[in-house]
């Protein structure tokens, strides 16, 4: 499904008998809504995986079930600065999966003017397939 030799995918394909969930943007915000990370993009991106994941705790599934994502950022410079080293290496610790036996989900990277939080830096928003049995 692939055309390009490299460490994400251009499509998923979702099984007869998976549930989809769909997560709106996670912000930067913690349990109490206080922003995490204020100007610092690799903080807010972590807060932003964070609330990912719990999320999707409470569907039983994790980053690993996560069939695509957008990640919308105000300085793309600074995305890939923060981001830089979270790559194939240590993709297990970023997406919580081995790129020997599974690439990256598919997702798009957009810069855009703002964020609806005047101080937010980055929204990621996923799609995740659940297996039902």
Known sequence: MDPAKVFWSYGAKVKPGTTILFLAGCVPLDADGNLVGKGDMRAQVGQCLENIKAVLATEGAGLKDVVNRRI??????AYLKAVDGWGPETYPDFWDRNPEEQTMSPGTLLEISRLAGKDFMVEIEVFAAIDEK
Request: net charge negative; no cysteine; proline share 0%.
């Open 72 to 77: 919308f950022v105000t300085d793309m410079e």
